[in-house]
Nanobody
């Protein structure tokens, strides 16, 4: 496992931007597939974006063209750039990682952060 700590959440108006960061501990970060999941009030947790060890990415249809996931293996960090935010993006965002890309995509990764709140006002 790696230990994950998210940062960068906050309150923003619709149309604004935020950049979430997830810092990972350990020396094996480059071997981990990473992802961001979100959980809105009263709803189940959902995959937002994932990035594989090799750099390929996957996005939920609702964020395509607005969000970008990236990783910096030299800094043990994964980022989620969120542009043109909508009130429907309001949620707690969680960083997750696993040696299995499938586990990240289906939500069974062995490492999870505590989450960071993103609130988008109309």
């Amino acid at each position: 496992q790696v230990q994950l700590v998210e940062s960068g959440g906050g309150l923003v108006q619709a149309g604004g931007s935020l950049r979430l960061s997830c810092a990972a501990s350990g020396r094996t970060f480059s071997l981990y597939n990473m992802g961001w999941w979100s959980q809105a009030p009263g709803k189940e947790r959902e995959l937002v974006a994932a990035i594989a060890v090799g750099g390929s990415t996957k996005y939920d249809d609702s964020v395509k063209g607005r969000f970008t996931i990236s990783r910096d293996n030299s800094a043990n960090t994964v980022h989620l750039q969120m542009n043109n935010l909508k009130p429907s993006d309001t949620a707690v965002y969680y960083c997750t990682g696993d040696r299995s890309l499938l586990a990240v995509v289906i939500g069974t990764g062995d490492s999870w952060g505590q989450g960071t709140q993103v609130t988008v006002s109309p």
